[in-house]
């Protein structure tokens, strides 16, 4: 397949190894794959199926994107929303000065500088993944995305090995999928196709862009959308970086370890703050863990 690269410059410091992290963590079957120094995907191209890659290449402080089976058309979309997916456009001067406002959030900043908001490759990815992970593992979440892409998803072929994949569903195919071969509560499935069907309906249009008040608004009236759900969403698939889900469990952790953390005076890069408390939850976690063996 014929090839397209585009470089994703940024702004130093970037924390390439926690965003690449975050998209190894959560990577989606069939889909994704993501190694110690590369992120892959299939896409969908006018040309059919088709495949990116992005690597890190600190030497000129950028990303270089790799598409294959793709058109300029194509390519300019894909190169927007990998820019996106991995936050090149933060201005690490700004959150720098930002975090100055709470001495917590401001030491942790100090420790880690380059922290960026990954989001996800789509709003109707990121919306049903966070539901089906509600009160769940990470691992097992994956487990269940799996699940429903092999009950909604269309198969299809992987454009390098040939290997049968599944597709992430759309709204209709959701909608028409019998969801009780996915192992979660029948509140989840049902959640589930209430928002395919918000999608379809056009009340929720994943196609436009949408501010933030009228997707909270959106969101909060589903039955099983709860406050953790809209926050994480909101950050994680419509690049809300004013958002912070504060019932996340280690979020919870740190706030009432550190009760002094004013989150308020972070606003709105509230987002970052998350990241930041999520990573020193996580470091603070493998200290603990080390010091017991």
């Not at 090839?3 to 079957?29: C, K, M």
């Not at 190694?35 to 040309?47: F, H, I, N, Q």
């Not at 009236?221 to 709860?226: A, I, K, L, R, T």
């Not at 740190?254 to 998350?274: D, F, G, K, T």
């Amino acid at each position: 397949m014929l090839s397209v690269s585009r470089t994703l410059e940024y702004r130093p410091p970037y924390d390439w190894d926690n965003v690449l992290g975050f998209f190894r963590a959560h990577q989606i079957s069939y889909l994704e794959s993501v190694d110690e120094t590369s992120y892959e995907r299939v896409l969908s191209t006018k040309s059919g199926l088709g495949c990116l890659r992005v690597v890190h290449l600190s030497s000129s402080r950028s990303l270089q994107l790799t598409i294959w089976n793709t058109t300029d058309d194509d390519a300019a979309e894909v190169t927007a929303n990998v820019g996106r997916m991995f936050d090149v456009s933060a201005n690490p001067e700004v959150l720098r000065e930002t975090m100055k406002a709470d001495r917590y959030l401001s030491t942790i900043w100090k420790n880690h500088p380059g922290l960026r908001v990954a989001r996800s490759w789509s709003g109707l990815e990121a919306l049903i993944t966070t539901v089906l992970g509600q009160l769940v593992s990470v691992s097992f979440g994956r487990v269940l995305i799996d699940e429903l892409m092999r009950v909604a998803g269309s198969e299809a072929s992987h454009p390098n090995t040939a290997e049968r994949i599944f597709l992430f569903p759309s709204s209709r195919q959701l909608l028409g999928a019998d969801l009780s071969k996915v192992r979660t509560s029948v509140a989840r499935r049902a959640t589930i196709r209430s928002l395919a069907l918000l999608i379809e309906e056009g009340v929720l249009n994943l196609a436009a862009p949408i501010s933030t008040t009228a997707l909270r608004k959106v969101l909060r009236s589903v039955p099983g959308v709860g406050a953790w759900t809209v926050e994480y969403t909101a950050m994680r698939g419509f690049s809300d970086d004013d958002a912070f889900p504060a019932t996340d469990y280690a979020l919870k952790q740190e706030l009432q370890r550190h009760p002094e953390i004013n989150i308020e005076c972070l606003s709105p890069w509230r987002a970052y703050a998350a990241v930041a408390l999520w990573r020193n939850f996580a470091e603070k976690r493998n200290e603990t863990h080390e010091s017991a063996v």
